[in-house]
């Protein structure tokens, strides 16, 4: 199926570039521009094919076959160029490691794991949500955004409290680094020793408490499926994928309900909506924008032929804006089915902490509905400059009682 033949045709070329501060700054008109240039095109600058519709982003991670993870998820092609860091055990590999590890990692997040966290993220996210409203105005990023994860996923991981810090450079540095490499991947490589040295500290069996998530990654290690280090190196995916993207996502919905008022309105009303309300979240907002496949073989997506061994970039937050696959796309509504949204990727790489995200985002939201009247911007938002994640750097907010 995944065959060229004589039918197939070259992707048109197209001088749009993601990873510039014009596209990140003004995404939906360049992701508009993205999708309508076709169905995949050929980015000129960096000589990747790239797709920004639903159906060919939705077809592209169904078939991880066709479309491997194992030569790297950004830009680079692993098979051409060294990765920056010992790659990820699940996110950068193809089955049958990826099947193994993964089967770990989704073990550690059962349903009674998370279960068991709820109260104590509930209790968190009501302390954190009354003294915000007991502040004139704050910065959403700093004081909610990143405060949220780096006290409840790390303690729920059990990671040592001194440093946690260096957590959001690091998912700086992981998601900065699948971009190609330009200033902002730069920047963020910017103290890479220091931060990959704490991170790795951490992921130590010697270094995790005893109740937490991450030691359980260690059964693993003690029934002979996985060595030491790669036992540290699979809790090393917690930390990475768990707190930028997280981060992001929080300030996204505080934006999104900023913005929308009559929307937050109706979360007020109908707090039972939080978990329906984060989905659409995450796709009018996505935090994670895009990531790249490999083609293992000579393919074809939508008539147009890709060869072997090219990267493929998805645009998850322009299929996320489809008009082909959404009604009234650019329209932010709790109300609607946000159903096969792929905000969290999707097939066999879909993202395996997603529970552990609805969790949090749903805590939030239903703290936030049971006390606050009013989300105000209070000053000018700066826009995060990121290659991958769509958040704030900076969101000055005021929350009324
Ligand atoms: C990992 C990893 C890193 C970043 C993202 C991610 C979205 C996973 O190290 O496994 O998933």
Redesign the pocket.
């Known amino acids: 199926m995944a065959e060229a033949d004589a039918a197939t045709s070259a992707a048109p070329v197209s001088g749009l570039d993601p990873f510039s501060d014009e596209y990140i700054l003004d995404s939906y008109p360049q992701h508009a521009q993205l999708r309508d240039a076709g169905p995949v095109v050929l980015l000129e600058k960096y000589q990747v094919y790239a797709t920004g519709r639903y159906a060919q982003v939705r077809a592209v991670l169904e078939d991880a076959a066709t479309y491997c993870s194992g030569a790297g998820v950004g830009i680079d092609n692993y098979h051409k160029v060294p990765p920056w860091r010992p790659p990820?055990?699940?996110?950068?590999t193809d089955p049958p490691e990826h099947t193994r590890n993964r089967a770990v990692i989704s073990r550690t997040l059962s349903p009674a794991a998370l279960r068991a966290l709820r109260a104590g993220f509930e209790e968190e996210a009501a302390m954190m949500v009354d003294s915000l409203l007991a502040r004139d105005s704050f910065d959403a990023v700093k004081d909610m955004g990143e405060a949220f994860p780096l006290k409840v996923f790390a303690n729920a991981i059990g990671i040592p409290k001194e440093g946690r810090h260096h957590l959001v450079a690091y998912g700086n540095m992981?998601?900065n680094g699948m971009g190609p490499h330009n200033k902002l991947y730069d920047q963020a490589m910017a103290n890479p020793d220091e931060v990959s040295g704490w991170v790795w500290e951490a992921c130590q069996r010697r270094n995790l408490t005893p109740d937490g998530l991450g030691i359980r990654i260690f059964d693993a290690v003690d029934s002979g499926i996985l060595t030491d280090e790669e036992g540290a190196r699979l809790v090393?995916?917690f930390l990475?994928?768990g707190t930028d993207?997280t981060a992001a996502a929080i300030v996204n919905a505080l934006y999104c309900f900023a913005t929308n008022p009559g929307q937050w309105q109706a979360l007020r009303e109908r707090p039972d909506l939080a978990r329906a309300a984060f989905e659409e979240i995450l796709r009018f907002e996505s935090p994670?924008q895009t990531f790249f496949r490999t083609t293992t073989r000579d393919a074809e997506l939508a008539g147009v032929r890709i060869p072997a061994g090219e990267k493929v970039m998805l645009s998850l937050g322009a299929a996320n804006r489809d008009p082909r696959q959404w009604s009234d796309p650019d329209r932010f509504d709790i109300t609607r089915t946000t159903t096969g949204h792929v905000g969290f990727g999707g097939g066999i790489h879909g993202?395996v902490g997603q529970m552990m995200a609805r969790l949090e985002l749903e805590v939030i939201l239903r703290a936030m509905a049971a006390r606050v009247s009013t989300i105000e911007i209070t000053g000018e938002p700066r826009r995060m400059l990121h290659n991958t994640l769509r958040g704030m750097e900076y969101l000055p907010v005021r929350l009324r009682a």
């Open positions: 990820s055990m699940v996110l950068e992981v998601f090393r995916s990475s994928a993207t994670f993202c």
